[in-house]
């Protein structure tokens, strides 16, 4: 069993910057494939942006270029650097990790909320 703990979220203006930080209970961070996921109300839970074992990243299209995904293997810890955020970024912003050997393996943490408003 691997728990995640999400934290740094919050309130911020238009424009602003947040990092949210993904703590994992287990030492998997350097070697599970890692994302953000965040869900709005009325709407789906989308992918923000992932890392995976490799390093290799992805980012949706609607926060290229904003959002950048890093992990501290030593730390055991996931960010996300959220930057020029907008007020479409509201959203519970929920931490995920896999384990690429075990394809039952799929964990969640608990979410953080992230509002963007003036």
């Known amino acids: 069993q691997v728990q995640l703990v999400e934290s740094g979220g919050g309130l911020v203006q238009p424009g602003g910057s947040l990092r949210l930080s993904c703590v994992a209970s287990?030492?998997?961070?350097?070697?599970?494939?890692m994302g953000w996921y965040r869900q709005a109300p009325g709407r789906q839970r989308e992918l923000v942006a992932r890392?995976?074992?490799?390093?290799?990243?992805y980012y949706a299209d609607l926060v290229k270029g904003r959002f950048t995904i890093s992990r501290d293997n030593a730390k055991n810890t996931v960010y996300l650097q959220m930057n020029s955020l907008k007020p479409e970024d509201t959203a519970v912003y929920y931490c995920?990790?896999?384990?690429?050997?075990?394809?039952?393996?799929?964990?969640w943490g608990q979410g953080t909320q992230v509002t963007v408003s003036s």
């Open positions: 995920n990790a896999k384990n690429p050997w075990n394809l039952r393996a799929d964990y």
């Open positions: 287990r030492n998997i961070v350097s070697s599970y494939n």
């Open positions: 890392i995976i074992s490799g390093g290799s990243t």
